[in-house]
C-alpha cells in the first residue's frame, strides 16, 4: 500500500491546479473549467441581430461568476489594508515563553491588515476613528493571531455588550448614515450610558484616531494573556507595536480635507512606502507581571478599559516586525484574511479577561458567515506555514485530498500497514496553563461583573493629565464636535458631560463651555476616582520623532522657479529620507529659470497640502503674481499653515504667503538647512491663534 505523509501539507497552487502564467503572452484563455475561449468580445446568438443562446457556456459561466464575485464585508474593521512581511526575535526570552516565534533570531513570515473599525468597505481611510492592527505571525508551531487595535484599552469590559457598541457606532438603523464616525445620537447615546466606555472616549476623541499614517501608530494586544514557559509556568503579558517612525497624528481639520482630497490616504501611503523600499517597521514590546503584581493594583488587570503605565512595567523590545511585501491581490488576501484571537501556539494562552473571551468565539464563527465554509483555513493567506493534518474531512470548499481510510481516531490501522494519521503530543502539543494565577477563578455560576472592574475614571483622567496643553485642548474639541451633532436627543450631552466631571472638573467644564450649556451635576460614580501619576507613554507629543523619514513634501513650482534651488532642496530632501513631491499648475510641468522643463508629479488643483507633512514654495516673481490668482495655491498654503506645517519659501514668494494668512513662526523659514528641519516637526504653539478650541 502506498504510503502518504501523515501529516497533510497544505496545497499550494502548483499542486492543485495549474493556472494559465499571466505574464504567458502566448497562454491561453478558458473557461473555469479549461476549455480554450475563442473569443471573448461576443456571445453566441442565433444570427447576428438574433437572441443570445442558453447554450452559451462560456458568457454564462462568466456572468454567473461576476454575479458572485463578493463576499459579506466585515461587520465591523470592513476597511483595511494588508502586508506581508517578516518577525524576528531579537531576544531570548525562553524563561518566560517556549514559543518557537520568540526564540532569538527567529524569522517568521506575518501578515498584518491595518483597519478602520466603523466605516464600510469603500469607506475613507481618515475618519476619527480606533484602527485595528491584526498579526498573524505563521510560526513553525502554527498560527499565531495578535489581534489588536492602536489604543491599549476598549469600550467595554465584556463581550455581552459588544453588540450593543457595535449597532450604536455604525450608521443609524434606520437612515443609513453617518458611514464612519462617531459623530451622531446613537453612539452618543450608548456611551453616556455606559461608564466604563469612558476611558476609551479619551483615546477615541484624542489625536490617537486621526493617525498621520498606518506606519506612525502604535499597536496594542490590548488584553492580558500569558506567557508560559517550557517549565509550565505562566506570567501575565500586554503586547505593544511600537513604530520605528515614531508617533505621528494629523488634526481634525486636516483629517476632515484629507477625506476630500484622498479617500485613500492611508492605503496609498502604505502600499506606495513598501514598494518603494521604505519598509515599514514596529518593535515588539512585552509588559511582563506576575500575580503579586496584579494583586496590588486598583484596578484588575483582567478588565480591558484598563492599561498597565509604561512607568510601572517598563516596555521590554523583543522583536522586529517588518513589512516588506504588497500583496498580490487584494481580495484574495487582504479580504480573504482571517484573524482569530483564538490561534496561540504553544507558550502563548489566554488570560481570563471576560472580553477576550467572548472574542475567542466570536471571531472563528464570523469567518464561516464571511468565507462561506469551515475550510476557511485552506484559503493560502490563512493556511499555516508549517505542515498540518487531523480528522477534520469534507465541508464546503474542502482542496486538500486526504488520502486513505484514516479519517477517525484512536484507530489500528497503522498495524495493518495502511496510513494511520497524525497523533496528538503531549510533549509537544499546546496546553493551558493551569497554574494559579488568581482569586475568584473558579466557583458558583454567577452572570456578574467583578467588583474590582467597577473603576470607570481613574484611568480616563490619567491619560487626560498625561496629555501636553494641545492635547488636551484637542480632546476637549473634539468631545463638543463630537456632541455637538447629537441631535435629538437633549438628555445625551449633559449626560456625558455629567460623565467627565469624574475624569477632570475643568474637561467638563470646557466641553459644556463649548456646547453652550450648564454644567450638569455629577454623575455618581460606581467607585471614586484616584488620582495616578501621569505617564509620557500616553502622549502622542511626546513620542513624536522630529525625522523626514517617512514624511514628505510638496514643492510648489511655476514656471520661472529657480532649477538650482529646486534640485538643491529635492536632494536635501530625499538625503534626509523624506520624500519630495513636486506640485505645479499644470501636471505637464513648469518652465525653470535655466529653460528646462520639470515634470510636475501632481497638479496643483488635485494635490492640495493636506496630503503633505510639509510644504515649500519656491516660486519666482512672476510665478508668485501668476499663483496669487489661484485659489487652489492659496489654500495650498494657508492650510499648510493652519495644520500647523513647515512652509519653507523662497523671498519672492512671499506676497502668496501673506495672502494666505501666513504669521512668521519657527515653522515658517527660508528654503536652507532650517526648513529641512523644521519639515520634520509640527508646530502646536501655532495653532491658539489659528481657531477657538474648547
Ligand atoms: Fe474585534 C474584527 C480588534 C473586540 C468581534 N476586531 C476585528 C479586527 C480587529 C479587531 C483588528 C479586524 C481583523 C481583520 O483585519 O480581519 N476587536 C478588536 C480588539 C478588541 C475587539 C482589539 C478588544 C480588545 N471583537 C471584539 C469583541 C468581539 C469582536 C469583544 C465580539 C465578541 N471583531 C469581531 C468580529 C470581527 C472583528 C465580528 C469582524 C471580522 C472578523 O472578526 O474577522 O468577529
Known sequence: MAKTPTRTARPT????????????????????????VSDNQNSLKSGARGPTLLEDFVLREKIFHFD??????????????????????????SDLSKAAVFIKGEKTEVFVRFSTVAGGAGSVDTPRDVRGFAVKLYTREGNWDLVGNNIPVFFIQDAMKFPDLVHAVKMEADRGYPQAG??????????SLMPETTHMLMWAMSDRTLPRSLRTMEGFGV????LVNAAGKASFVKFHWKPRLGLQSTIWDEALKLQAADNDYHRRDLFEAIDTGAFPQWDLGIQVFDQAFADAQLYDVLDATKLIPEEDVPVRLIGTLTLNRNVDNFFAET???????SNVPPGIDFSNDPLLQGRLFSYLDTQNSRLGTTNFHQIPVNAPRC???????????QTMVPKGRANYEPNSLAAHGEEGGPRESPAQGFVTANAATGPDESGDKLRVRAATFADHYSQARLFYRSQTEAEQAHIASSFVFELSKVGLLDQVPGRMVANLRNVDEDLAKRVADGLGIALPKKAPAAKEPVDMEPSDALSIHKNMKDTLEGRSVGILIADGSDAVALKKLVADITKAKGKAVIVAPKVGGA???????????????????QVFDAIAVLLSEDGTKALLREGAAVEFVMNAFGHLKAIGASEAAKPLL????????????????AFVKAASQRFYDREPSLRTLA
Open 182 to 191: 462617531s459623530a451622531h445620537d446613537t453612539f452618543w447615546d450608548w456611551a
Open 13 to 36: 497552487g502548483g499542486e492543485t491546479h495549474q493556472t494559465v502564467d499571466a505574464g504567458d503572452a502566448t497562454a491561453i484563455l478558458t473557461t473555469n473549467h479549461g476549455v480554450p
Open 387 to 397: 505542515p498540518f493534518g487531523n480528522f477534520q474531512r469534507d465541508g464546503k470548499m
Open 223 to 226: 488584553h492580558t494573556f500569558k
Open 68 to 93: 458572485h464575485e463578493r463576499i459579506p464585508e466585515r461587520i465591523v474593521h470592513a476597511r483595511g489594508s494588508g502586508a506581508h512581511g517578516v518577525f524576528e526575535a531579537t531576544a531570548d526570552i
Open 591 to 609: 518652465k525653470l529659470s535655466d529653460g528646462s522643463q520639470q515634470k510636475a508629479d501632481g497638479q496643483l488643483a488635485g494635490s492640495p497640502s
Open 335 to 341: 479580504e480573504q484574511v482571517a484573524f482569530l484571537p
Open 658 to 673: 501673506d495672502k494666505a494668512g501666513v504669521v512668521l513662526d519657527d515653522g515658517v523659514t527660508g528654503l536652507d538647512g
